[in-house]
């Protein structure tokens, strides 16, 4: 029987890979960059193997660190949703949602509308799980999951909360390599994301779908998750693909600009699923509706315009 890690170096672990690099993840648990590069190693040795492939740039987990990650991430959900149970003994009103959701679209979508809901329902509060789930999981706890996908669950009621629309966005600064180029992507550097999920659009999906031609693909940016992606974008170093749930907001605020390139719209969509097993059904409605109408208001929303051609 393998002697378990100390909790401590596994909590690092997780935390650089949510935080999408050892600096940053420095900055969240206020200590040393030397301190975190010693955490690692320390957790390496104790698993007998590499867990993170130092060779590429960014740096990015082994198939050994994946399996970790995954375990780490799952007990911890885990922990969370017994934790939460236990609290929702002494919560008899229902008055606290525990929601799931993946770390992109907490950052990028849910966050921004939390004060908005909170002055609606001052009497609520959510209580949000990231995951590194594609498809966060209704576990023990968990009242809410917001799932990108066909719809297709039978663990809760699904309810749509809007489609998805795909587009080549990039900051305002470095359009000009767009319009120096006819329009097209030859002279941009395309920022990548890996991820296993075949329900994501990949830059090779969107350049075969629109009849595109890119030679910057090559040399272009990867990361391992669209947080990290649209940092990159922001810092305008290259076109990301931006989806509605993770560059909507700063595409309205002109923070990120449409290319004038072809949208797409995917064939799955964002939906809240409210847990069969929880038990507070009534204020879950409350908060899947407030979501519902939030998004639909987004839909309604002016939309940016093109970058002119002349």
């Excluded at 008055?95 to 990028?108: E, S």
């Excluded at 009242?143 to 309810?159: F, Q």
């Excluded at 909360?161 to 359009?175: G, H, K, N, Q, S």
């Excluded at 391992?224 to 909507?248: C, D, E, F, K, P």
């Amino acid at each position: 029987m393998h002697r378990l890690p100390p909790l401590r170096l596994l909590s690092v672990f997780e935390t650089v890979q949510l935080a999408g690099s050892a600096k940053a993840a420095a900055g969240e648990l206020n200590v040393s960059m030397s301190a975190i590069s010693q955490a690692l190693k320390q957790l390496e040795d104790h698993v007998g193997v590499a867990l993170i492939d130092r060779g590429t740039r960014p740096a990015s987990l082994t198939e050994a660190g994946r399996i970790l990650l995954m375990a780490v991430t799952e007990n911890r959900e885990r922990l969370t949703g017994a934790l939460d149970d236990i609290h929702a003994l002494d919560d008899p009103m229902g008055t606290t949602i525990t929601l799931a959701c993946t770390i992109g679209f907490a950052t990028y979508w849910l966050m921004p509308r939390l004060e908005a809901f909170y002055l609606d329902h001052p009497d609520l509060a959510i209580h949000v799980q990231t995951t590194s789930r594609e498809v966060p999981r209704l576990g023990p706890g968990t009242d809410i999951a917001l799932r990108y996908g066909g719809g297709h669950w039978d663990d809760g009621d699904v309810t749509l909360l809007f489609r998805e629309r795909v587009e080549p966005v990039c900051a305002p600064a470095y359009l000009s390599r767009i319009e120096a180029a006819a329009g097209s992507l030859a002279a941009s550097f395309l920022i990548h994301v890996a991820t296993d999920d075949r329900r994501w659009i990949s830059w090779a999906d969107y350049l075969a779908r629109t009849d595109q031609r890119a030679a910057g693909s090559a040399k272009g940016l990867r990361f391992s998750n669209y947080v990290q992606a649209t940092q990159s974008a922001l810092s305008g170093h290259g076109v990301m693909l931006g989806w509605r749930s993770i560059t909507g907001d700063q595409v309205s605020k002109g923070l990120l600009v449409p290319t004038g390139l072809p949208p797409l719209q995917p064939e799955n969509a964002y939906h809240a699923v409210l847990s069969h097993r929880s038990r507070k059904t009534e204020t879950a409605e409350v908060v899947v509706n407030w979501f519902r109408a939030a998004a639909e208001a987004d839909m309604y929303a002016p939309s940016p315009s093109a970058p002119s051609r002349t």
